[in-house]
């Protein structure tokens, strides 16, 4: 089971891009973030027709969720596992084949201190509350988590250290969520440094590798154990009008 996460950064925009790297790879489970698209928008049908089932939760311009499987998905839930009414799309969760698989868009929390990065960090316990929740299932959380959980993550730690998605808070925030049982299945495979996921538009980041790895696949023990091979699929951050993200992979054997 190949499964893939995705910041498409607009799928609109980037739908054939999608449709041809889904036919190019064919990974089993796709994880998609920034559809940001209303669910009347989402091309639910084009996909079926593709040989994927999908559920999404999205919202006009901004944010917004969705997952993708060659297998039909059952207890689709659109947010977080409390009673707290978010009007930001940024999650949605879904069984695959005895796996419940959550696509997440952390919030970005613009500046430290500021009430979007309060925000942030309280999201942050909710999803960390309801994964907790999840204990007694296979459990996959892939994402944009809008974190660069170490300074190896960094291409230029000293630059970024204490700056939003490197600040103690944060990576604190996620290391917690780390905690309730998740392993980071890129880092299973690859100690290295200078792998990233995103790279800024401006100033030729991508084409100097100045970005951060704020994407992941986070897997439960018993699911980690069997994850065979993870990456960065980095083509796809190439050729015309990408997304400024790459996205994420990890292999699990049966």
Same mark, same amino acid.
Not at 25 to 30: G, S
Not at 134 to 144: A, I, M
Not at 212 to 239: Q, W
């Given at each position: 089971?190949?499964?893939? #996460?995705?910041? !498409?950064n607009s799928l ?6 999608l ?8 990974p089993d ?7 940001k698209?209303?669910? =009347?928008?989402f ?13 999404y939760?999205?919202?006009? +311009?901004?944010n917004?969720?969705a !997952?993708? #499987? ?6 689709v839930?659109?947010?977080?596992? =409390?009673?707290?009414?978010d ?14 698989v959550?696509s997440?868009?952390?919030?970005n ?10 925000y ?6 909710r999803?960390? =509350? ?5 204990? +007694?299932s296979?459990?996959?959380?892939c994402? =944009?988590f ?13 630059l970024?250290r204490?700056a !939003?998605m490197c +600040? ?9 969520l ?11 495979h690859?100690?290295e ?10 100033m030729r980041?991508f ?9 992941? !696949? ?5 699911l ?19 997304s400024?993200?790459a996205p994420v ?6």
């Amino acid at each position: 089971m190949k499964i893939v #996460s995705w910041n !498409i950064n607009s799928l609109r925009k980037r739908q054939d891009r999608l449709f041809a790297w889904l036919e190019a790879r064919r990974p089993d489970i796709v994880c998609l973030q920034e559809t940001k698209c209303t669910d =009347d928008q989402f091309p639910a049908l084009a996909l079926q027709a593709a040989g994927y089932y999908a559920a999404y939760h999205g919202e006009k +311009s901004y944010n917004g969720v969705a !997952i993708l #499987s060659k297998i039909k998905l059952c207890d689709v839930r659109p947010s977080l596992c =409390d009673e707290v009414v978010d009007q930001q799309a940024r999650v949605i969760a879904g069984t695959v084949d005895r796996v419940r698989v959550f696509s997440i868009y952390a919030p970005n929390g613009q500046a430290v201190g500021s009430p979007a990065y309060e925000y942030k960090l309280h999201w942050y316990r909710r999803l960390r =509350d309801c994964i907790a929740k999840e204990k +007694s299932s296979d459990v996959v959380v892939c994402g =944009d988590f809008n974190v660069a959980p170490e300074d190896i993550d960094v291409y230029d730690a000293d630059l970024w250290r204490g700056a !939003i998605m490197c +600040s103690d808070q944060e990576r604190a925030a996620f290391e917690g969520l780390c905690q309730t049982g998740l392993w980071d299945t890129l880092r299973m495979h690859h100690k290295e440094g200078e792998l990233f996921s995103w790279w800024d538009y401006q100033m030729r980041a991508f084409e100097r590798n100045r970005g951060l790895r704020i994407d992941a !696949i986070l897997a439960t023990e018993k699911l980690a154990k069997r994850c065979s091979a993870s990456g960065i699929d980095f083509e796809m951050r190439k050729g015309k009008e990408p997304s400024d993200h790459a996205p994420v992979w990890a292999e699990f054997t049966d």
